[in-house]
T-cell receptor, first 114, second 110 residues
Framework: NAGVTQTPKFQVLKTGQSMTLQCAQD?????MSWYRQDPGMGLRLIHY???????DQGEVPNGYNVSRSTTEDFPLRLLSAAPSQTSVYFC?????????????FGEGSWLTVV | GQQVMQIPQYQHVQEGEDFTTYCNSS?????IQWYKQRPGGHPVFLIQ?????EVKKQKRLTFQFGEAKKNSSLHITATQTTDVGTYFC??????????FGKGTSLLVTP
């Protein structure tokens, strides 16, 4: 049981380049989210999805796009990378919108933009 | 928007001492969740509290949700070196769109 799988684990980009962070879960969870974590800032919500074909913006969506064509996958696209997007990115999934269900996080993707 | 604040930012204890971190929200929370993140690791879900005044225990960890559902605490009794990490609280109306506090980093020295 892999849980939530993120790739790549580490990536260095040049300013202006684009890339996609992959996230896949094998638990048939409806709900998936992307967060970024910066030193001393906790985790901030970028985008989330409540099911295939449905996405919405979180607290810090600018510069990122998402899509949810299948239940399993929720990729995060950086359109034109900027140094301010240097961060650790975590994907999360859960089976339920509210009470009682565990939220699972992937192991993270460390992104550096130079 | 909703803001979730945590104190203290850092805590350094000797092994065997107790530890408490506090979480306060600017608005009433429908639920609050607690996570632990080891250095270099990912957040691991610990617990979710839903009811006003709720208290839950997991071995040496005690979680409380305030009567007004605007604050919460995590207390660790007799810390061990394995408790090292950052503890986050998170609130939100759902389990998938959370507002995280900035966390309390716990260092335990033997």
């Amino acid at each position: 049981n892999a849980g939530v799988t993120q790739t790549p684990k580490f990536q260095v980009l040049k300013t202006g380049q684009s890339m996609t962070l992959q996230c896949a879960q094998d638990m048939n969870h409806e709900y998936m989210s992307w967060y970024r974590q910066d030193p001393g800032m906790g985790l901030r919500l970028i985008h989330y999805s409540v099911g295939a074909g449905i996405t919405d913006q979180g607290e810090v969506p600018n510069g990122y796009n998402v899509s949810r064509s299948t239940t399993e996958d929720f990729p995060l696209r950086l359109l034109s990378a900027a140094p301010s997007q240097t961060s650790v990115y975590f994907c999360a999934s859960t089976a339920d919108r509210g009470v009682g269900n565990t939220i699972y996080f992937g192991e993270g993707s460390w992104l550096t933009v130079v | 928007g909703q803001q979730v604040m945590q104190i203290p930012q850092y805590q350094h204890v000797q092994e065997g001492e107790d530890f408490t971190t506090y979480c306060n929200s600017s608005t009433t929370l429908s639920n609050i969740q607690w996570y632990k993140q080891r250095p270099g690791g990912h957040p691991v879900f610990l617990i979710q509290l839903v009811k006003s005044g709720e208290v839950k225990k997991q071995k040496r960890l005690t979680f409380q949700f305030g009567e007004a559902k605007k604050n919460s605490s995590l207390h660790i009794t007799a810390t061990q070196t394995t408790d090292v990490g950052t503890y986050f609280c998170a609130g939100g109306d759902s389990g998938y769109a959370l507002n995280f506090g900035k966390g309390t980093s716990l260092l335990v020295t033997p």
